[in-house]
T-cell receptor, first 112, second 116 residues
């Protein structure tokens, strides 16, 4: 079983719709959760992080965490073509020297 | 804030030579920096964790004598690929963890290495 799992996609949503990206993790000791966006040929860019159960909103982005279900998600409201990228979920356990364990990413395509 | 630079952005070298890549946190201190490599259409692979003033910790399967890491200050880490071979051609990306933060890592723009 992979430590951090994401559907590889592509996830296709029309412009203006809500994109929902999901991630599950296996280590119950995980404490911090991160979403990165990576455009093709570029390095990852941090979008949000969350460490408490519930929702955290930042602009068009909302991260949701459910530690009991070992599930974290990212919602993108009013999706734009510029949101088309690969979204990486990453998980950290303070017992692992702050290393991040990455999922393989979900490719999002926002269509006109 | 939280800007990480990497230099060079792109390098081509001949087989057998060494290449040094610099990673700098420009507006924050980073006790810990990380080095990743990424092959086309694949996920990030952590190579090593670099702590300021101490030896780097390498992931399993990564040759520490081939990939030399130095973290001499709170804002600078370097990766030297020694005796490079064509199979070392890849996208190398560093990240820096902000001291006192929540564990988030900020990535540099990456270095594309091509070994001919």
């Amino acid at each position: 079983q992979k430590e951090v799992e994401q559907n590889s996609g592509p996830l296709s949503v029309p412009e203006g719709a809500i994109a929902s990206l999901n991630c599950t993790y296996s280590d119950r000791g995980s404490q911090s959760f991160f979403w990165y966006r990576q455009y093709s040929g570029k390095s990852p860019e941090l979008i949000m992080f969350i460490y408490s159960n519930g929702d955290k909103e930042d602009g068009r982005f909302t991260a949701q965490l459910n530690k009991a279900s070992q599930y974290v998600s990212l919602l993108i409201r009013d999706s734009q073509p510029s949101d088309s990228a690969t979204y990486l979920c990453a998980v950290s356990n303070t017992g692992t020297a702050s290393k991040l364990t990455f999922g393989t990413g979900t490719r999002l395509q926002v269509t006109l | 804030g939280a800007v990480v630079s990497q230099h060079p952005s792109r390098v081509i070298c001949k087989s057998g030579t060494s290449v040094k890549i610099e990673c700098r946190s420009l507006d924050f201190q980073a006790t810990t920096m990380f080095w990743y490599r990424q092959f086309p259409k694949q996920s990030l692979m952590l190579m090593a964790t670099s702590n300021e003033g101490s030896k780097a910790t390498y992931e399993q399967g990564v040759e520490k004598d081939k990939f030399l890491i130095n973290h001499a200050s709170l804002t600078l880490s370097t990766l030297t690929v020694t005796s490079a071979h064509p199979e070392d051609s890849s996208f190398y990306i560093c990240s820096a963890r902000r001291s006192g933060g929540s564990g988030e890592q900020y990535f540099g723009p990456g270095t594309r290495l091509t070994v001919t």
